[in-house]
């Protein structure tokens, strides 16, 4: 069982949503859904430059429950570069830092969804009228994007109209 909860992305869900609950532990409590343990920016800043493990990548993509093929693109690396990075088992510090802007808004969409994975992995696959009619996901590909799915996070936490 202790496998199946581990494999299907869970487990790191419930750590994450523990760590909600018990408050304040730093500001990247997301990239507790990555395996890490890091939550100080400053911390979090130097694994970035040193790269952080394959694993790392699929821990999420557990969470998210999609194939290697589509966080390849979401993450905009190619899966030639992929492949390359699964047998070096570390992404570089670019890469690196796309994943955990992704892993923040899993975060942010499990707080507004209260930990529910399913209505969170829904919510971030469907396409939304206020994102341009595209999917959070595929919204949240660059920088301008990722934050304008922030902000809708914050509009429907705080019941305000899109």
């Known amino acids: ?22 408050g304040p532990r730093g500001e990247h409590l997301h990239v507790s859904l990555l395996g890490l343990r890091t939550f100080g920016t400053a911390e979090l800043h130097s694994r970035l430059e ?9 821990r999420l993509r557990r969470v998210l429950d ?14 030639r570069t992929l492949a390359r990075r699964k047998e070096a088992k570390r992404l570089l510090p670019d890469e690196s830092d796309r994943l955990v802007r992704l892993s923040r808004l899993v975060g942010l969409a ?39 799915v922030e902000n809708l996070i914050g509009r429907l936490e705080h019941g305000i109209p899109l």
Do not use: C
């Not at 952080?52 to 990548?57: D, I």
């Not at 999609?66 to 899966?79: A, G, K, M, V, Y």
């Open 66 to 79: 999609l194939p290697l093929s589509r966080i390849s693109e979401l993450l905009q690396i190619p899966p």
């Open 110 to 148: 499990l707080q507004l969804f209260e930990g529910n994975l399913a209505g969170t992995r829904s919510w971030l696959t469907e396409p939304h009228a206020a994102l341009a009619g595209e999917t959070p996901l595929e919204f949240a590909t660059t920088g301008v994007g990722a934050r304008e």
């Open 50 to 58: 040193e790269g952080l493990s394959y694993e790392a990548l699929e």
């Open 1 to 22: 069982m202790r496998a199946t909860v581990e494999k299907s992305g869970l487990a790191n869900v419930d750590r994450f949503w523990r760590d909600v609950r018990k």
